[in-house]
T-cell receptor, first 115, second 114 residues
Framework: NAGVMQNPRHLVRRRGQEARLRCSPMKGHSHVYWYRQLPEEGLKFMVYLQKENIIDESGMPKERFSAEFPKEGPSILRIQQVVRGDSAAYFC?????????????FGSGTRLTVV | GNSVTQMEGPVTLSEEAFLTINCTYTATGYPSLFWYVQYPGEGLQLLLKATKADDKGSNKGFEATYRKETTSFHLEKGSVQVSDSAVYFCALGDMKTSYDKVIFGPGTSLSVIP
């Protein structure tokens, strides 16, 4: 019973490069949520996706950030032309339904460092 | 909008001391309330939850009671261990029309020293 798998665990990018973060939800889960944790801060909601659909992207920066959850394969959070301020831990969570009765299951995160 | 406030850390306690981490919330309706724990270098794990007023969530010796009258969900443990050192996040379930979204507090770092 694999949990939520995120990779890579650590990612270093130079300013201006692209970062691609992958998240494979728990088996059977079709709801994926991305959160960002900035240094010394809590988790901030970014986007909620179901298979092939973005349901809520109210927490996503308007530029350079995009997310997808294709019919096959993991969910991808993509950051184009990264800047130092993008350095953070990015966590993915999945749930069986859109309801919170069972809470979210989180992955171990991807720690992005922009140099 | 809905929000969660936690006591500021870091909190440092000696082993076997009593722990309280305060959490208050602002929400419309009756949200579910959660405590998550994040150990160093790891993701968040659900520690306990309560879904309605006066419910008490408990797990691993930790407890929290959903207090609607004071809009609080304080986390307590009678005797902490070194292995409890982690960051603790209070959270609420923001009930949307078609799904629920979790809103997290800023987290409280706990260090337990032998």
């Amino acid at each position: 019973n694999a949990g939520v798998m995120q990779n890579p665990r650590h990612l270093v990018r130079r300013r201006g490069q692209e970062a691609r973060l992958r998240c494979s939800p728990m088996k059977g889960h079709s709801h994926v949520y991305w959160y960002r944790q900035l240094p010394e801060e809590g988790l901030k909601f970014m986007v909620y996706l179901q298979k092939e659909n973005i349901i809520d992207e109210s927490g996503m920066p308007k530029e350079r950030f995009s997310a997808e959850f294709p019919k096959e394969g993991p969910s991808i959070l993509r950051i184009q032309q990264v800047v130092r301020g993008d350095s953070a831990a990015y966590f993915c969570a999945s749930s069986l339904t859109g309801e919170l009765d069972y809470g979210y299951t989180f992955g171990s995160g991807t720690r992005l460092t922009v140099v | 909008g809905n929000s969660v406030t936690q006591m500021e850390g870091p909190v440092t306690l000696s082993e076997e001391a009593f722990l309280t981490i305060n959490c208050t919330y602002t929400a419309t309706g009756y949200p579910s309330l959660f405590w998550y724990v994040q150990y160093p270098g790891e993701g968040l794990q659900l520690l306990l939850k309560a879904t309605k007023a006066d419910d008490k969530g408990s797990n691993k010796g930790f407890e929290a009671t959903y207090r609607k009258e004071t809009t609080s969900f304080h986390l307590e443990k009678g005797s902490v261990q070194v292995s409890d050192s982690a960051v603790y996040f209070c959270a609420l379930g923001d009930m949307k029309t078609s799904y629920d979204k979790v809103i997290f507090g800023p987290g409280t770092s706990l260090s337990v020293i032998p």
